[in-house]
C-alpha cells in the first residue's frame, strides 16, 4: 500500500464508536474474515432487517462508493474491539480520514493493513462539504510522501504516522515479518556481543 486513489464513502457523524462500527453481538467468530456484511449494521438496516436498508445512510447509497471512509472527529472511541478494524477492512475500504481517532482504534487499524489518516478539522469539513455537491469526487492518499489531496482541485495536507508501521504498510509486513526482514542484522548485532559461560 503506497497510494490510494479513489472516491469516497462520507459519514459526517462525529463520536462514532466501536459498537456502532460493529455491535457487539456479531464478535462471536474468530477469524477476520465476514465483519463486512455488518459494518455499520443498525444504522445501514430497520430493525436488524436486512431486507430493509435505511434511506439516507451513506452505505446504502449507489452514489457513495470507494475505498476510502471519511468519518467525523473521534473516530473509533469507545471498547478495544479489533473487529472494529476487522470489519471496515473486510467491507473494501483501505482507509479512514478523520480529524481525530481513538488511540487504540488507530493501533488496531494500522495492524491491519487499514490506514487511518487523520486531517485537521478545517480540511475534513472541505472534504465533507466537497463530497457532498460531488460524490464522485476522487481523494488521493501517498503514503510515501504522507499527504492527502482532493485530486481534482490539489488542495492537499500532510498527515503524521508512526515510521515503523508506515514501513510495515508499504512492505505489507506484519511484526514478524518485519524481524525476518531484518534477520540479517539482527544475526550481526548477535555475533558481536560476548557470551558468558555459567
Known amino acids: 500500500m503506497r497510494k490510494i486513489r479513489s472516491t469516497a464513502v462520507p459519514i459526517p457523524?462525529?463520536?462514532?464508536?466501536?459498537?456502532?462500527?460493529?455491535?457487539?453481538?456479531?464478535?462471536?467468530?474468530?477469524?477476520?474474515?465476514?465483519?463486512?456484511?455488518?459494518?455499520?449494521?443498525?444504522?445501514?438496516?430497520?430493525e436488524d432487517d436486512e431486507a430493509r436498508p435505511r434511506i439516507g445512510f451513506p452505505l446504502n447509497d449507489p452514489a457513495c462508493k470507494g475505498s476510502i471512509l471519511v468519518a467525523g472527529k473521534n473516530f473509533g472511541c469507545g471498547s478495544s474491539r479489533e473487529h472494529a478494524a476487522w470489519?471496515?477492512?473486510?467491507?473494501?475500504?483501505?482507509?479512514?480520514?478523520?480529524?481525530?481517532?481513538?488511540?487504540?482504534?488507530?493501533?488496531?487499524?494500522?495492524?491491519?493493513?487499514?490506514?487511518?489518516?487523520?486531517?485537521?478539522?478545517?480540511f475534513l469539513k472541505h472534504i465533507f462539504s466537497t463530497l457532498e455537491k460531488n460524490p464522485a469526487a476522487e481523494l488521493s492518499i501517498d503514503l510515501d510522501a504522507q499527504t492527502l489531496t482532493m485530486a481534482a482541485e490539489g488542495r492537499s495536507e500532510p498527515f503524521d504516522i508512526n515510521p515503523y508501521k508506515k514501513t510495515c504498510l508499504i512492505n505489507g509486513y506484519d511484526d514478524i515479518d518485519y524481524l525476518l526482514s531484518i534477520l540479517p542484522e539482527i544475526s550481526a548485532f548477535e555475533s558481536k556481543r560476548p557470551i558468558f559461560l555459567q
Open 87 to 122: 470489519a471496515i477492512k473486510d467491507y473494501g475500504f483501505q482507509a479512514v480520514v478523520s480529524s481525530f481517532f481513538a488511540d487504540i482504534f488507530r493501533n488496531n487499524a494500522l495492524n491491519n493493513f487499514l490506514l487511518p489518516v487523520q486531517v485537521s478539522d478545517a
Open 13 to 46: 457523524i462525529e463520536n462514532i464508536d466501536t459498537d456502532q462500527i460493529i455491535p457487539a453481538r456479531f464478535l462471536k467468530a474468530t477469524s477476520r474474515e465476514g465483519f463486512g456484511k455488518n459494518l455499520f449494521r443498525d444504522w445501514r438496516y430497520e
